[in-house]
């Protein structure tokens, strides 16, 4: 058994009694998106022939077919591509941005520097062989304000004639800033659609999948993109991405992935529709455990004294949980207490370790079955002040929370005197 104090049991019993309420109202949302993922299923006629799947070409594989019929349900969209040879979640923005724009055309983040996996793909800082950039399409990106928020005036400015499309990233990523939730999402969309109602307007949805009530789609994003092994693989599927929106924009994106002419039509699926089909049926619980799992976290935190974002009481519209640990030995105390708990390594010291595009050490506990599938819960930073970890996902509540009091017992006592 892992060596809990018994002053931290305590104190976590007493927070997760103040959360009730918040948890309360995370169950709502959980159980209506249970009802929306099996209305998916009941509507596309799930059987289980479609668990089966397919090799070679794959053509007519009706597995994958009705995967993508679901997909295309929970999102209210025209049409979905979930592939497991999507190998990642950048590689599913990839075909959505490849797909979609053309030399000339101007593409807009509206929510600051993307991800730090799509910088090559855009082609910064340099155009590197084979990015956007190196096609000849422009890049631009409207900065948050000083709160983290959409600059609308700015956004509004920064379009130009050839903006074909505009980004917007909804979870924060690895940054000290709030995520940008459904309603905000919508309230760009709106002001983008008014100075162009042509501009394609592009969501990286990764880590928000089936928080809130409502996707991206539903508040007339035309295209939106995400990994499998993040949110909608339910912890159970093993690789994979999706992209899902306007049906011309998917087919784009599909003409991408394999070959024009051959689109969405092919693409073998082995063994993968079973757990593709089971991880989606299962990701409304695994998200909402991941989402509360966060909420205890920042809740525990906050008691021993630590600076948390979101904040514990903030409505959610991702799985990310940053908090300032303030000191280089305290983030590796989390990590190792984590992996300590955890099911796959749980033997294993993290250690701080150079990464390729940080100029800090960078330390992550992450032990899981599928290999990076961070939602299966991990935590990880670059070493220098504040010391933020970002901590996420985890398949249980019981499990994150025994992760969580693992992590924060191996945090030196001085570091937390509350905690005795
Ligand atoms: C994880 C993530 C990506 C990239 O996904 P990979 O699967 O790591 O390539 C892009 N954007 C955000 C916000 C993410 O969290």
């Excluded at 009941?42 to 089966?52: A, F, G, M, P, V």
Aim: aromatic share 8%.
């Amino acid at each position: 058994m892992l060596n809990i104090p018994t002053a931290l049991l305590q104190l976590a019993h007493e927070t997760e009694a103040e959360l009730q309420p918040i948890f309360s109202k995370l169950n709502e949302i959980s159980i209506f998106n249970h009802q929306k993922v099996l209305a998916a299923f009941t509507q596309n006629r799930i059987s289980e022939y479609h668990l089966k799947g397919s090799t070679g070409y794959g053509y007519d594989d009706l597995g994958r077919e009705a995967i993508e019929a679901c997909f295309a349900a929970i999102f209210r969209a025209d049409k979905a591509l979930v592939r497991n040879q999507i190998v990642s979640g950048t590689h599913a923005i990839a075909l959505c941005l490849f797909g979609v724009l053309r030399p000339g055309d101007h593409l807009l983040s509206v929510t600051g520097d993307p991800y730090d996996t799509l910088h090559e793909v855009i082609g910064l800082p340099q155009a590197v062989p084979g990015s956007l950039a190196d096609w000849g399409v422009d890049f631009d990106s409207v900065p948050l304000s000083e709160q983290g928020l959409p600059s609308f005036p700015l956004i509004a400015e920064a379009m130009r004639p050839n903006t074909k499309m505009i980004y917007i990233q909804r979870s924060r990523g690895y940054a000290w800033r709030p995520s940008i939730n459904i309603n905000q999402i919508s309230a760009i969309i709106d002001l983008v659609k008014e100075v162009n109602p042509n501009v394609v307007v592009f969501v990286d949805n990764c880590y928000g999948e089936l928080v809130e009530k409502q996707e991206p789609t539903e508040v007339g994003a035309d295209l939106v993109a995400g990994s499998l092994i993040k949110n909608l693989g339910g912890g159970l599927a093993p690789t994979g991405g999706y992209v899902v929106g306007r049906a011309d924009l998917v087919d784009a994106a599909a003409n991408r992935w394999t070959a024009p002419g051959i689109g969405a039509a092919v693409g073998a699926t082995f063994n993968f529709n079973a757990a593709f089909l089971q991880g989606l049926y299962l990701a409304p619980k695994t998200v909402s455990e991941a989402v509360k799992g966060a909420v205890f976290a920042s809740g525990l935190l906050n008691k021993l004294g630590f600076e948390t974002s979101p904040a514990t009481t903030e409505p959610r519209t991702d799985l990310i949980q940053a908090v300032k640990l303030n000191s280089p030995e305290a983030m590796i105390a989390f990590c190792r207490g984590l992996q300590k708990a955890s099911p796959i390594d749980g033997h294993v010291r993290p250690e701080p370790g150079d990464m390729p595009g940080y100029d800090d050490q960078v330390i992550m506990a992450g032990g899981t079955f599928t290999q990076g599938a961070t939602m299966e819960m991990s935590a990880d930073g670059p070493i220098r002040p504040p010391y933020i970890i970002y901590f996420q996902g985890g398949l249980s509540y019981e499990y994150i929370k025994i992760g969580l009091l693992s992590a924060i017992s191996e945090i030196p006592l001085h570091m937390s005197d509350n905690i005795m």
